[in-house]
């Protein structure tokens, strides 16, 4: 079949079996555009169109999080390419599988200034998990196929395909063909489970440490029957919330820079650490030198290079995580550890108290029990993602949609709309600071557009808020460029959008919004004040080692 290298590029898309589009278009994609219409008008493929490409992106992130499928969004060269560059490093830093293909200026005028050029496979080659340069008709449908191969297999990133203008103009044979199959994972060493399990059978001390790995891998209920069969706490990374019950007794919550104290202590006078698809970041290790110190570290992942990357192993296994486990179970004895458990429980300590009657204990807890049901919490980064972290009981993986890796503010609003898109009988909310919310707010635009019943929580405190906490803890109260003026309606910036907006400064007028807002079938922006002053507890200090942490000023 003869057909123009656009209608190819969509083609492939429909053999991959994607149903939803995020994107803005621009003059170099437009051809992809008119062949999108085709696509579009017969109800095939949903375009969404947001307000910015980094809405774009961080949409199809979302998407991919919350529904392990592979999310896709278009945009055009030059300022529109640049504009997915932090997506795409959002998602390679938490491994989320998208696709962001992007318009080029013609073969004849690359590299030559033309308008609206940029080198945008030169920009991506370190924040991309691969890239493709469609230059020619022949490499177009191979390099879509291969894109989404790449982005599934082994663990999962985001790929670039940058296709210039006159490729998808010419005409081209068009072959349909079936899905590359995900390449296959690497073979696990049965010796090395065998001795993972001798480890874990001798261990007084075991601790798992569970990280994204969990989740991308489906291995939810084989890291929950490990647990519970061999009686080891369990303590997770933001990435891997959910992947284990926070109901659970042997749950220890997040470890980390603001991690649970028993956790963190459990991790420190543990003598085996069983490190579950994580990467040992920065921000749980604390001071590397003093991580763990007397423990053996087993590591499990199925990406080699994060294997001694940041802490040194004992013993590895190079797989997937859930097909690690489900070899590794049938090994493991069955033990109650009640005497480390019983240490562990002590190491626990009352959560901190809001100043004054209506802060982040009370927030939390008030939206948590009037939105009953599978809820899907989206974070911007800051204070408040920390709070979400430590008060939302996550029960189940694929819940909380969050920048981990880069941290990237702005994040929030974006992601949420992709996660309500792929889950439209889901709640999705976004809990986020006014930092944040002001990066990406435009994006109301398009929760609006397409009546997305999404709630955003904006815990409004007047400033930076984690940046004004370390100036205050580290920086000698020095409030540099952080305390933000107070100049926002958010009603009236809610209702600019055609959408709901309160003030709140209580319980009781935080439930009547709630409340009001879930009648209404429509997003809504619920502004929430907080003092200036409410700050993360417990925190380690930069540098130090996680169990040395601040518990108050």
Not at 10 to 26: A, K, S, W
Not at 183 to 207: G, Y
Not at 264 to 287: K, P, W, Y
Not at 335 to 354: L, P, V
Request: hydrophobic content about 40%.
């Amino acid at each position: 079949m003869l057909l123009k290298g656009s209608q190819i590029i969509m083609e492939c898309l429909m053999e991959q079996g994607v149903d939803t589009i995020f994107g803005y278009p621009g003059g170099q994609i437009m051809p992809l555009y008119d062949a999108l219409y085709d696509y579009t008008s017969d109800g095939r493929i949903r375009h969404v169109l947001t307000s910015h490409e980094q809405g774009a992106a961080h949409a199809a992130d979302g998407y991919a999080r919350s529904s392990g499928k592979v999310g896709v969004c278009f945009a055009t060269s030059g300022p529109g390419a640049a504009n997915t560059v932090t997506g795409i490093a959002t998602a390679n830093m938490d491994s989320s599988p998208i696709v962001v293909i992007t318009g080029q200026v013609p073969g004849a005028l690359i590299g030559k200034d033309s308008f609206q050029e940029v080198d945008i496979i030169g920009v991506t080659l370190a924040i991309a998990k691969h890239s493709f340069a469609c230059r020619r008709m022949e490499d177009l449908a191979p390099a879509v196929r291969e894109a989404f191969r790449i982005a599934k297999s082994g663990r999962p990133g985001p790929v670039l395909v940058d296709v210039s203008k006159d490729v998808m103009q010419e005409m081209y044979e068009y072959e349909p063909a079936a899905p590359l199959p995900v390449l296959p994972p690497p073979k696990v060493d049965a010796r090395a489970v065998e001795t993972v399990a001798k480890c874990i059978n001798e261990a007084k001390r075991p601790v798992i440490y569970a990280g994204g790995g969990v989740v991308i891998s489906g291995a939810s209920g084989e890291l929950t029957e490990l647990a519970e069969k061999a009686g080891i706490p369990v303590t997770t990374t933001l990435m891997c919330l959910g992947a284990f019950d926070r109901r659970s007794p042997l749950s220890l919550g997040m470890a980390g820079m603001h991690g649970e104290t028993d956790s963190n202590m459990a991790v420190h006078n543990s003598d085996l650490l069983i490190a579950l698809g994580a990467r040992f970041s920065d921000r749980v290790t604390g001071d590397v030198s003093r991580f763990a110190p007397g423990a053996k570290i087993i590591h499990i992942d199925i990406d080699r290079s994060e294997i001694g990357k940041n802490v040194a192993a004992d013993i590895y296994i190079i797989g997937d995580v859930r097909d690690v486990l489900v070899k590794l179970l049938p090994h493991i004895k069955e033990n109650e550890r009640a005497d480390w458990k019983r240490r562990i429980h002590g190491w626990k300590r009352e959560k901190h108290g809001s100043r004054g009657n209506f802060g982040p204990n009370e927030i939390f807890a008030k939206v948590r029990e009037l939105l009953e049901g599978d809820v899907i919490v989206a974070t911007d980064v800051g204070q408040h993602q920390m709070w979400t972290a430590q008060k939302w009981p996550f029960e189940k993986p694929r819940r909380l949609i969050t920048s981990g890796g880069l941290g990237t503010m702005g994040f929030g609003l974006g992601a949420a709309i992709g996660a309500k898109i792929a889950n439209p009988g889901k709640q999705v909310i976004l809990f986020t600071g006014d930092g944040s919310f002001r990066m990406n707010c435009g994006e109301l635009i398009t929760v609006s557009a397409c009546k997305l019943p999404i709630i955003v929580f904006v815990l409004k405190n007047d400033t930076l808020g984690m940046v004004r906490q370390w100036q205050k803890l580290f920086f000698g109260r020095r409030y540099s460029a952080t305390d933000l003026p107070d100049v926002v309606d958010y009603p009236g910036l809610a209702g600019a959008f055609g959408l709901s907006g309160w003030r709140v400064n209580s319980v009781d007028a935080l439930e009547d919004a709630i409340k009001t807002a879930l009648r209404s079938g429509r997003g809504a922006v619920i502004a929430c004040d907080v003092h200036i002053d409410e700050n993360v507890w417990p925190i380690v200090p930069p540098g130090d080692a996680i169990n040395n942490q601040l518990t108050e000023e």
